[in-house]
C-alpha cells in the first residue's frame, strides 16, 4: 500500500470557496496529501435510493470539497501545481438527471437515477454496454481573492468545478495562486465521464485521490492550465466512434442539437429510453467543437465511442 506525507479525510470538508476558511492543513511544498472525498451529493444518495430522492437533494449540501490545504511559500501571483498520483478503490456510484440542471434541462423535466456498483472494477450501464473507468476529480481549485463565500458550482478562474475528465493519473494542473497559501480544495470525483457532462452528473462515486504540490515562482497564470501524459482516450478509441453533430449560429444550441440527435441514434440502436440515452451520454459521450470560424453557423459534434458496446 502506497504511504502518502498526509491525510484529509472525508469530514474535513466545506460547501463553497472562501479565503477566511481555516486550513485543515498545512504542507510544505513537494509533500504529497491523499484526500478522502465524499460522492458529491454529500452522503445523501446511497447504492438503493431512487428517483425520487434525486429530486429531494438538498443543494446547500452537495458538492463538498476537501481541505483547504495551506501550501507553505504560495504567495498571490505564484503558480500551485498539482499532479495527480493515484485513487483508491471504488465502491458504487450514481448518475443522475436533476430536474432544471443539465443541457437540456426543459427537455428532460423528471428525475431519473442510475446507480453502479462498481466494486467488481467495471461499470455495467446496462446488458452489453459497459463504461471504461477512468476516475478523476470533478471540482479542484484554490481559493479566489474575492471575499466571502463562492458557489462551487460553476468554473472560475481559481479552478472550481471544471469537470475535466483527462485530470486521471499523471495529469499535471496549474492554478493561478490568488491568495497567500493557495488554500486548495478538491472534491466531486468520478468513475467516469465524457466531455460536457450533459445530463448534469458523471458517475459520481467517492473515493481517496492522491496529489503532489509545488510551488514555481516567477510564472503567473490568469485561469488554470494541465498537461496530460500521453493520449487523452484510449481506453475509447479501439473501435472508433459513432458521431453526430449540430449547427447553430451560438454554440450551446449546436451542442444541444448534437446530442439530442445522439439521443435518438441510441434510443432506435439500442433500445435504450430517452432519459437512459441522455444519462450515457452524460457518462460517455465526448462533445467537440469541430468549426467556429464560418459566420454564420458554428458546428459541434458529439462522439459515441463504440467500444462500450460488448
Known amino acids: 500500500m502506497t504511504h502518502y506525507d498526509h491525510t484529509i479525510h472525508r469530514h474535513q470538508h466545506h460547501f463553497g470557496w472562501d479565503n477566511a476558511l481555516p486550513p485543515a492543513l498545512e504542507i510544505d511544498p513537494g509533500k504529497t496529501v491523499e484526500f478522502e472525498v465524499p460522492d458529491s451529493s454529500g452522503g445523501q ?24 490545504v495551506y501550501v507553505k511559500g504560495a504567495q498571490p501571483g505564484d503558480v500551485l501545481e498539482v499532479e495527480v498520483l493515484d485513487f483508491g478503490p471504488l465502491s458504487w456510484g450514481w448518475t443522475g438527471i436533476i430536474p432544471g440542471f443539465g443541457l437540456l434541462a426543459d427537455e428532460f ?15 455495467e450501464f446496462a446488458p452489453g454496454i459497459e463504461v471504461p ?21 460553476p468554473p472560475r478562474k481559481n479552478g472550481g468545478n471544471m469537470d475535466i475528465r483527462h485530470l486521471s493519473r499523471g495529469a499535471r494542473l496549474f492554478l493561478p495562486v490568488w491568495v497567500e497559501g493557495a488554500l486548495f480544495s478538491v472534491g466531486d470525483t468520478h468513475a467516469a465521464q465524457g466531455d460536457g457532462e450533459v445530463c ?3 458517475i459520481e462515486a467517492g473515493m481517496s485521490i492522491a496529489l503532489r504540490f509545488q510551488v514555481h515562482k516567477g510564472r503567473s497564470l490568469a485561469e488554470p492550465q494541465y498537461i496530460i501524459p500521453g493520449p487523452p482516450q484510449p481506453e475509447s478509441d479501439e473501435r472508433g466512434y459513432y458521431v453526430t453533430t449540430g449547427f447553430a449560429p451560438d454554440l450551446m444550441e449546436a451542442a444541444r442539437k448534437a446530442i439530442r440527435f445522439q439521443i435518438e441514434h441510441l434510443t432506435s440502436e439500442y433500445g435504450l429510453t430517452d432519459a437512459q440515452a441522455y ?17 454564420p453557423n458554428w458546428l459541434v459534434s458529439a462522439f459515441l465511442p463504440q467500444a462500450i458496446f460488448k
Open 45 to 68: 444518495l446511497s447504492l438503493h435510493a431512487t428517483a425520487d430522492d434525486v429530486g429531494k437533494l438538498d443543494f446547500d449540501h452537495v458538492n463538498p470539497v476537501c481541505g483547504p
Open 279 to 295: 444519462a450515457l451520454c452524460s457518462v460517455a459521450v465526448d462533445l467537440r467543437i469541430s468549426e467556429v470560424v464560418d459566420a
Open 200 to 202: 448534469g452528473t458523471a
Open 133 to 153: 473507468i477512468k476516475p478523476f476529480p470533478g471540482t479542484i481549485g484554490v481559493a479566489l481573492p474575492e471575499p466571502g463565500l463562492h458557489s462551487v458550482v
Open 109 to 123: 423535466k423528471e428525475p431519473y437515477l442510475k446507480t453502479w456498483d462498481l466494486s467488481k472494477g467495471k461499470a
